[in-house]
């Protein structure tokens, strides 16, 4: 059984729709119904607090590439945006992404309904409730990728109610396709952890939220001219690139979603080495390209091209070698070195470089599934990525359309050259730095 109707599988089990686990499908257990029903449970688990993890990396991501007046900000966006998903997933999202999809387009309205207290329910394989919350940290990893593009400009009420839109009913339509046995998922989309259906959905979410939003006061000149606008701390968006990559495993690793047999642990392991050798390879393409192309190596960009190479990887972690893994991830590197340029170009100013990263790196892992599973075909994986690019960048800018009329999403140039953490937060993130902070 393919991986990601195993993942459609698994959430339908969650909803008393499936008698039996995915993967049990596959092959017998090597451990009684119960003990695998613990084990499976677990993995959920563990998958879930490392994926939860992340938000802290993209806060401290978000906090070193920004500079030092918006740091606060930021930091508050992030929390926010976290507790926002949690609490839309819950009222309607997963319902939305999983109940009664049935080869179509949509699930149902309403809040999702957890076992009782102390159930067993070993038809399942699995607590629903562990199922619940590893579905509900990847929503929140999505609202994420928006946060650090739009950073510096955006006021903050109007995103947060982006993100509840984005967290509570655009991103379960569009998961329901696939992962919630819908249209997709029937055509033979294969796309394992997500590469296109959370990273390039926020990626495309991002993108229609910086051309509306426009570019950072002083970002580009007249004539073309890119000015830099340099983050306020490289150790802290460093220490967020290594949350990441270590929340990463979980990100890839339970969506698995079964750890009840031999087979299945083994298939976990393998794709903890996967991911790990595609985000290394895609740091040592991204650091020899900046040598080759500008004389010097760019950090920022060797912390996106370890994102980029784990974005990459995402769409397909289990089945390539590692020299295929390395590849993937390679290319991931290289996308971020040649791309962020091309959006300057474009006056597209994504201030943390999400874009490159999220969007393109999880269209390129996405194509290039076929090139190692043998059960996807290039065609389907381009319909959907087809399908997904279309709907979020239509849908996403119609909602910033309204945010714009209704209440602003922007705010003013005197604003924005004091600095969010003034402005709109009230806390600066270091206020010893006096005038310095304003810069």
Known sequence: MNKLVAKSAASLGALGLMAVPAMAQDAAPAVSPETAYIFNTLLFLIGGFLVMWMAAGFAMLEAGLVRSKNVSMQCLKNITLYSIAGLMFWITGYNLMYAGVDGGFIGSFGPYSFDAVGGDALDTGYSTASDWFFQMVFVAATASIVSGTVAERIKLWPFLIFTAILTGILYPISGSWQWGGGWLSEMGFSDFAGSTIVHSVGGWAALSGAIILGARKGKYGPNGQVTPLPGSSMPLATLGTFILWLGWFGFNGASQLAMGSIADVTDVSRIF?????????????????????????????????????????????????????????????????????????????????????????????TLIVPFSNDGASYGTQLVGIVAYGVFTLVATAIVWFILKAVMGIRVSEE?????????????????????????
């Not at 590849?327 to 996308?335: E, S």
């Not at 969010?420 to 006096?434: C, M, Q, R, S, T």
Request: charged fraction near 15%.
């Open 273 to 365: 080495a996967n991911t790990n050798m595609a985000a290394a390879a895609g740091v040592v393409v991204a650091v020899i390209l900046t040598q080759v192309l500008y004389k010097k190596v760019d950090v920022t960009m060797a912390l996106n091209g370890a994102l980029a190479g784990l974005v990459s990887i995402t769409a397909e972690p289990l089945a390539p070698s590692v020299l295929q893994a390395v590849i993937i991830g390679g290319v991931g590197g290289a996308i971020v070195v040649f791309a962020v340029p091309m959006l300057d170009k474009l006056k597209i100013d994504d201030v943390v470089g999400a874009i490159p990263v999220h969007l393109i790196a999880g269209i390129w892992g």
């Open 415 to 439: 604003e924005e050259a004091l600095g969010l953490d003034k402005v709109e937060v009230g806390v600066e993130a270091y206020p010893e730095f006096g005038i310095g902070s304003a810069r």
